[in-house]
């Protein structure tokens, strides 16, 4: 079945300093692959997305590229903030389905 | 701009009691989905609608059921509850299916004494 994996937190940076979140995923067909954040407290919210490969999803500073080859969707930011401190679900839906499967997701601590 | 409301925000029962989770979509999403998520867990799948119909159905319980009605608002009803049962439940909405972005609402943290 499909299976997303993530990098385990939590991920603890200095404010300004570059981030990267690896999320790697298993499927059969042509997925779509997403990012999604959860502040504590609340909802999940799409953070970025893409549906084909060599996609960059892009948000809030926040990038993402489909690569297919090493089936991959790595978050990434050059430079983090104290409000992004939250934890991060790199999810995928197989092409034709809206189910999302979701990762373990990655808590991110950022400190001034 | 609206988002999806769930209701309530949070609710507390005993074992063996039934709850009754209610979903309001974003106006003119016709699809819902229903996520469990434990502990320091990833969401997990339950099952979903689209224009009122069971779309898909993921690891819910026999305990449980669901349906989405005239108005796409979406209700998951609980019976027999277990201490397990005690997670954030999410509800989703998008504009029909096949990998539409799904918004969340807040969800609503059920615990079970």
């Known amino acids: 079945g499909d299976s997303v994996t993530q990098m385990e937190g939590p991920v603890t940076l200095s404010e300004e300093a570059f981030l990267t979140i690896n999320c790697t995923y298993t499927?059969?067909?042509?997925?779509?692959l997403f990012w999604y954040v959860q502040y504590p407290g609340e909802g999940l919210q799409l953070l970025l997305k893409?549906?084909?490969?060599?996609d960059k999803g892009s948000n809030k500073g926040f990038e993402a590229t489909y690569r297919k080859e090493t089936t991959s969707f790595h978050l990434e930011k050059g430079s983090v903030q104290v409000s992004d401190s939250a934890v991060y679900f790199c999810?995928?839906?197989?092409?034709?389905?809206?189910?999302?499967?979701f990762g373990k997701g990655t808590m991110l601590l950022v400190s001034p | 701009a609206a988002g999806v409301i769930q209701s309530p925000r949070h609710l507390i029962k005993e074992k063996r009691e039934t709850a009754t989770l209610k979903c309001y979509p974003i106006p003119r999403h016709d699809t819902v989905y229903w996520y469990q998520q434990g502990p320091g867990q990833d969401p997990q799948f339950l099952i979903s609608?689209?224009?009122?119909?069971?779309?898909d159905k993921g690891s819910i319980p026999d305990r449980f059921s669901a349906q989405q009605f005239s108005d796409y608002h979406s209700e998951l009803n609980m019976s027999s509850l277990e201490l397990g049962d005690s997670a954030l439940y999410f509800c989703?909405?998008?504009?029909?299916?096949?990998?539409?972005?799904?918004?969340f609402g807040d969800g609503t943290r059920l615990s079970i004494l």
């Open positions: 893409a549906t084909k490969a060599d």
């Open positions: 999810a995928l839906s197989e092409a034709g389905y809206s189910t999302l499967t």
């Open positions: 989703a909405s998008s504009l029909g299916s096949g990998n539409q972005p799904q918004h």
């Open positions: 499927a059969t067909g042509y997925p779509s």
């Open positions: 609608f689209y224009e009122k119909m069971q779309s």
